[in-house]
């Protein structure tokens, strides 16, 4: 289970950030500085020492749990908040797109090689491409059908039903791959069941499934999800669709729809729908349009740590390893093509443990298994 985030963890995790951020800068503003290289080896000492205390203090602070009650709200407020901007996200992506230049920059030095030269101008190019790939990172965390229905609440109305945070699941889907005899695949997908007000536990459940998004943004609708399952549970609120519901049904390939439960807790859980789960409440006006209450506002979901020991161990101690292997170049311990060799390797690790740690596995490490009811499903040709 994940544990709250404190501002004694955000604040050591964001110095942390901070003091490795100096490091690649003095790499690469003093890249033929002469060694030791104690204006990079000092910051990424304090920055380890710092992630250690952001470990500590994530360990220390306590779990994640429900949300308080609270009464049920007869408005559907017109402000509908987005999801929180995870900044120790941002900050993290860009200084892993960088790491590899950082590297390469620092065990370049003096000598002035050619493959030295070459090895830079790669990695330089490689953090201009991702940088400009992570920008998504910046941009809205909502999808432009999530704006759709913002903008509609912010109109005045939406189709709107009362609804309980019934069970989250993981769906094990298993299907055929088309690529031979015997050939099947299993994927996993992430709702939430929601529970029209007077429906009976497990009927007529309408599910709620995660954004989607693009470039590094990918991660956010489950993150978000995972969020609301572990403290929304059990809690009613208004599900809302957009009043222009069929300009998003008829443009999209998959005829998902965007979808807002408003928890009477004051917060808000973005996602899609599937056809099968809007299409009997807006085309049978099933859902009413309801106005919208401009006195009322609701705000993102808390936001747990983004730590998890069982997952991010291992990637801890691949970035201690890539730091261990910048050492001896940076002391001027070794040879200068030991030491490029060295700062190739540095490079690959910090690139690896950063993938891991925001953008590989991304289900793995957002969705706690303790939190999900497994369902399997199979495709018509399998049952």
Known sequence: MRHRSTPLATALGGAALLFTAVAWGSA????????????????????????????LAVRAAPPVEQLPAAAAREGIPATLGTVRRDWGHVGAAYLTVWAPFAAARAAYGEGGSVFGSAYCGLTLFFGVVMSL???????????????????????????????????????????????????????????VDLLPEGGADGQDAIRLKSMSGDNFRIPIGEKHLSHAAAQLSGHTGW????????????????????????????????????????????????????????????????????????????????????????????????????????????????LVAGGRLGIV?????????????????AHPSLR
């Open 133 to 191: 790939y992570a920008t998504g990172l910046l941009t809205d965390q909502l999808g432009a059908a999530q704006r759709m229905l913002k903008e509609d609440a912010a109109a005045g109305s939406v189709h709107a039903v009362r609804v309980r945070f019934g069970t989250p699941v993981r769906e094990e889907y298993r299907r055929p791959t088309g690529m031979g005899v015997g050939s099947v695949m299993t994927t996993s997908s992430y709702y």
């Open 28 to 55: 690469v503003v003093r890249y033929d500085a002469v060694a030791p290289r104690l204006d990079i080896l000092v910051p990424l000492a304090l920055a380890a020492l710092l992630a250690v205390g952001w470990l």
């Open 239 to 350: 599900l809302c669709w957009p009043t222009r519901w069929k300009d998003i049904a008829g443009t999209d390939k998959q005829r998902r729809l965007s979808a807002a439960f408003v928890a009477d807790t004051g917060h808000v859980v973005w996602g899609l729908m599937a056809q099968q789960d809007w299409e009997s409440w807006l085309r049978d006006d099933a859902a009413p349009v309801r106005e919208t209450d401009t006195g009322l506002a609701v705000e993102p979901l808390p936001r747990p740590s983004r730590f998890r020991s069982k997952v991010h161990a291992r990637t801890l101690l691949i970035a201690a390893v890539a730091a261990l292997t910048a050492v001896p170049y940076l002391v001027g311990a070794v040879p200068y093509g030991l030491g490029l060799a060295l700062g190739a390797v540095a490079g690959v690790l910090a």
């Open 361 to 377: 596995g991304v289900q793995k490490q957002n969705m706690d298994p303790e939190l999900w009811t497994v369902r399997h499903e």
